[in-house]
T-cell receptor, first 115, second 112 residues
Framework: GAGVSQTPSNKVTEKGKYVELRCDPISGHTALYWYRQSLGQGPEFLIYFQGTGAADDSGLPNDRFFAVRPEGSVSTLKIQRTERGDSAVYLC?????????????FGPGTRLTVT | DAKTTQPNSMESNEEEPVHLPCNHSTISGTDYIHWYRQLPSQGPEYVIHGLTSNVNNRMASLAIAEDRKSSTLILHRATLRDAAVYYCILRGRGSGNTPLVFGKGTRLSVIA
């Protein structure tokens, strides 16, 4: 079946602009995660959705970052007033929900470059 | 989640076995040991996980020390496609959908 997809694959924007990054999770996965990965580092957690609600947004670096998942499927990560330090690969993952430690399925990521 | 320690990089010849170590001396009794890997220009992918007993699947084997303070991911015959960064991650039992906490992982190079 189809895996997690992310669009766009690459985004170049100017400092101060607004960007939206989209994630399409695997059908039936109610849990959705956003991570950010800087060069040479492992992915870093940003926010986690359970259904439509954000269950944990403790990883968002500041209030310029916001994410939504209005219908419990597709999610959009929104970044306002972008800064050069926001340049990174933004990864989305989805998983089943439960008390067991379910594996997470990752998309290929969106490479964001802020000039 | 408890901390893990992995070598920054390792190198292997193609078609030879590879043993990727991970130290987790502060592991708790209910922590599972998970391994993910990240191929170039891709998102991470799940490899294997275990609690106490050694585990095998189509991708790899996981050998867990008796005191559980270390584990080893074993690729039985490395191929060029196995060149990736390998992450060892601890997750508490019943952690459900908690986020993964990644370290820097081990970058594996495979030489033809």
């Amino acid at each position: 079946g189809a895996g997690v997809s992310q669009t766009p694959s690459n985004k170049v924007t100017e400092k101060g602009k607004y960007v939206e990054l989209r994630c399409d999770p695997i059908s039936g996965h109610t849990a959705l995660y956003w991570y950010r990965q800087s060069l040479g580092q492992g992915p870093e957690f940003l926010i986690y959705f359970q259904g439509t609600g954000a269950a944990d947004d403790s990883g968002l670096p500041n209030d310029r970052f916001f994410a939504v998942r209005p219908e419990g499927s597709v999610s959009t990560l929104k970044i306002q007033r972008t800064e050069r330090g926001d340049s990174a690969v933004y990864l989305c993952a989805s998983s089943l929900t439960g008390t067991d430690s379910y594996e997470q399925y990752f998309g290929p990521g969106t490479r964001l470059t802020v000039t | 989640d408890a901390k893990t320690t992995q070598p920054n990089s390792m190198e292997s010849n193609e078609e030879e076995p590879v043993h990727l170590p991970c130290n987790h001396s502060t592991i708790s009794g209910t922590d599972y040991i998970h391994w993910y890997r990240q191929l170039p220009s891709q998102g991470p992918e799940y490899v294997i996980h275990g609690l106490t007993s050694n585990v095998n699947n189509r991708m790899a084997s996981l050998a867990i020390a008796e005191d559980r303070k270390s584990s080893t991911l074993i690729l039985h015959r490395a191929t060029l496609r196995d060149a990736a960064v390998y992450y060892c991650i601890l997750r508490g039992r019943g952690s459900g959908n908690t986020p993964l906490v990644f370290g820097k992982g081990t970058r594996l190079s495979v030489i033809a």
